[in-house]
């Protein structure tokens, strides 16, 4: 039997989830579809072995497995590999598209360009706790980090956020 | 509770992460804590503007079609290959109940089969790892038109030497050669040029079994040849004969070197 409707039913309507995250992540438009493809070339062979229905959890952890190996071939420095010291230097001004920019006023495209600039191991938490709407529990398995790190991560980026400078310019 | 207590448990609480008693003992402690309260607030706020300000990135209708024309592609070939695990369990358990004659009779047929399966397998995979090398863009780590800067820079990291032959004035360009993976193997793979078409050949000690001759797997011809103690499997999308005498050329050029 094909795995196509296994594929149309468990992973097709996550599409949208995981080009966000995707287009977060590599915060590029052409990027992120290559990301994404690659993701969905992947979940097509493995879509026989997902038990259960969750494929939202478990495209996104392919999302981002594509990302990685995406991001070790094109942005190797991007990957730090220690929480504390990560810094991101690698600010892409393409974050957004301009006609979408030009529709948000200056303040959203500030938050969004503090979004874009976190270190890529907090913008993963953050953006799928708080743009998916993910669990803990959810988060962690996606990211393949302990429950306790999720938070860690997500407090961290909450504060880098709290305290960007491009945060208290918009207000 | 108390503010130390309450400090880690604030962000899960905004996060609707706990449950029971310590739900209960932290709302009671943010209803008599400004400090504390503040900072769920803080949480709630940032959620708030974020869900209204920072965009969420639908699929755009150019990804959609690529991937459902990806699907269209594979539609071909995938129903052939999870039917034959049935059939060769029938084919052995029929054997068994006819009698010995039977079992020889289906050990051959399922030997067949395996053999057989190997074949579409590694050709299912190899063109796979075309495709998906394709729409990396991640064709060449080596590049290189020299058959001496390609074969060892393939040899330093495998445990085995690919011959490699530039075979420019057949038409067929060297554009240099990358690391795959084939049957959990590490394979090489060169990649050449054929006027505007991509030609991945993957090089490899020969493998215990013969491989067949020519395959077309989700449009994509793949072709096989054996030679110099080698496997040579071509994937590529121009026409079938052209790959075939290519890959066999490739091959007696090797053996003969």
């Known amino acids: ?62 999302v981002r497995h594509a990302f990685y190996d995406w991001c070790r071939r094109n942005r190797p420095a991007e990957i730090a590999p220690d929480d504390g010291t990560a810094i991101d230097l690698a600010i892409d001004p393409a974050a957004m598209d301009p006609q979408q920019a030009a529709l948000r006023g200056a303040e959203s495209r500030m938050l969004a360009d503090a979004v874009a600039e976190l270190p890529l191991i907090f913008r993963e938490v953050l953006i799928l706790r708080e743009l998916e709407e993910l669990s803990y529990k959810e988060i962690a398995r996606i990211a393949d980090v302990p429950i306790g790190t999720v938070m860690s991560r997500l407090a961290r980026a909450r504060g880098l956020l709290q305290r960007s400078p491009l945060l208290h310019a918009a207000r | 509770m108390n503010c130390n207590e309450a400090g880690a448990l604030v962000a899960a609480h905004a996060d609707d992460e706990l449950g029971g008693f310590r739900r209960h003992s932290i709302e009671k402690h943010l209803r008599s804590c400004a400090g504390c309260a503040t900072k769920h607030q803080g949480v709630l706020a940032l959620r708030a503007r974020l869900r209204a300000e920072v965009p969420y990135f639908r699929a755009p209708p150019a990804l959609h079609t690529r991937v459902r024309a990806m699907l269209a592609d594979t539609h071909a070939v995938a129903p052939a290959r ?176």
């Not at chain 2, 695990?85 to 006819?98: D, H, K």
């Not at chain 2, 020889?104 to 397998?121: H, M, P, Q, S, Y």
């Open chain 1, 1 to 62: 039997m094909s795995q196509h409707p296994r594929f149309e039913e468990l992973v097709l309507p996550h599409l949208d989830a995981g080009y966000n995250m995707a287009r977060w992540l590599t915060r590029n438009v052409n990027d992120a579809e290559d990301v994404v493809q690659d993701a969905c070339v992947r979940a097509l062979t493995y879509v026989g072995a997902l038990h259960g229905s969750d494929g939202k959890a478990w495209f996104l952890t392919i």
């Open chain 2, 82 to 257: 999870p039917r034959l695990e049935p059939n060769r369990w029938r084919w052995l358990t029929g054997g068994a109940l006819a009698g010995c004659t039977a079992t020889v009779l289906a050990w051959v047929v399922g030997t067949a089969v395996i053999d057989w399966r190997a074949n579409e397998d590694v050709a299912v995979e190899a063109v796979a790892t075309h495709v998906r090398a394709t729409l990396n863009n991640h064709l060449i780590e080596v590049a290189s038109s020299d058959q001496h800067t390609v074969k060892p820079w393939l040899s330093a990291r495998l445990d085995y030497s690919p011959p490699v032959q530039d075979l420019a004035d057949e038409g067929f360009v060297l554009a240099g050669g990358r690391l795959d993976t084939l049957e959990k193997r590490p394979v090489a793979t060169l990649v050449y040029r054929y006027r505007q078409h991509t030609i991945d050949v993957f090089v490899r000690p020969e493998a215990a079994h013969a491989p067949s001759s020519l395959r077309t797997v989700r449009g994509f011809n793949v072709a096989y040849a054996t030679g110099a103690g080698m496997d040579w499997l071509a994937v590529s999308d121009v026409s079938a004969d052209v790959l075939s005498t290519f890959v066999q050329r490739l091959a007696r050029a090797a053996a003969s070197q």
